[in-house]
């Protein structure tokens, strides 16, 4: 008989009532952005983190609604969120724990909570697009404004894509 492998299995939580457990594994850049925008973030976000053997090595937000984070394109985020779509926004993994997929399993795993809602991102990074490519988002436009330049991807329902 094999012997069954002892190593943890990662799983999904909802931390969105302990926001600071998410934030202290943040870079300080992003912990500082969203301490300082969560009396405003706090309705519209949950945040959902990747436990892996009892530490928090990861997780992100999902937004349903908008908020100062999508102020740089309020027409576009506006019809995302009309249109019954989710925003995903500050995915990390810890950087000792990069390059297992937990990104990946982060997204399926929301997409699997969010089965009835498409999801729309934008990033700052071009060398994130390969990431959001395979987990099966599509580029839908570059955002120029006074800040820089973003790019929007969507994820549709299964249904939708043609």
Do not use: C, H
């Amino acid at each position: 008989m094999p012997e069954e492998s002892s190593k943890p299995s990662p799983e999904i939580i909802d931390i969105s009532d302990v926001p600071e457990q998410f934030f202290e594994i943040l870079p300080i850049d992003w912990k500082s952005e969203l301490e300082f925008n969560w009396e405003e973030f706090g309705p519209a976000v949950k945040i959902y983190g990747i436990k892996l053997d009892e530490e928090l090595i990861g997780g992100g937000l999902v937004f349903s609604a908008p908020t100062s984070e999508t102020d740089n394109y309020p027409p576009i985020a506006e019809y995302y969120f009309d249109n019954g779509f989710l925003y995903i926004g500050y995915l990390w993994i810890a950087e000792k724990f990069r390059g297992r997929n937990l990104g990946d399993f982060w997204l399926k795993s929301i997409f699997e909570m969010f089965p009835k809602n498409p999801f729309w991102l934008s990033i700052e990074d071009a060398g994130l697009s390969k990431f959001y490519l395979k987990n099966g988002f599509t580029l839908e436009r570059e955002v120029i404004y006074s800040g820089g330049k973003d790019w929007i991807y969507v994820r549709k329902l299964a249904s939708e894509v043609i």
